[in-house]
């Protein structure tokens, strides 16, 4: 995740990528997932989806998807709230 994340936002906002990444899923495995990691691809499904349909601005969208960070702890960074 951390890898398309930064690779999307390496040149801007690659947006293609990241929704190539959401639709690769296995949506039958994130049941087992850790619950963070499902909150996580849920909330980058959800700005992508905002950002597709114009709610978020390009810099909207890498400012919270540039917040994504999943470590071995399985704790992530401080993420926006939904307004």
């Known amino acids: 995740m951390r890898a398309t994340v930064r690779g999307a936002l390496k040149h801007g906002v690659d947006s293609e990528a990241i929704a190539d ?38 810099a909207e969208y890498a400012d919270r998807l540039s917040r994504v960070r999943v470590n071995p702890s399985k704790q992530y960074s401080p993420l926006p709230s939904a307004s």
Do not use: F
């Open 21 to 58: 990444w959401l639709t690769a899923i296995d949506w039958g495995g994130v049941e087992s997932a850790d619950p963070s990691v499902r909150e996580i691809v849920g909330l980058v499904e959800l700005w992508s989806t905002e950002y597709a349909e114009g709610d978020l601005t390009a």
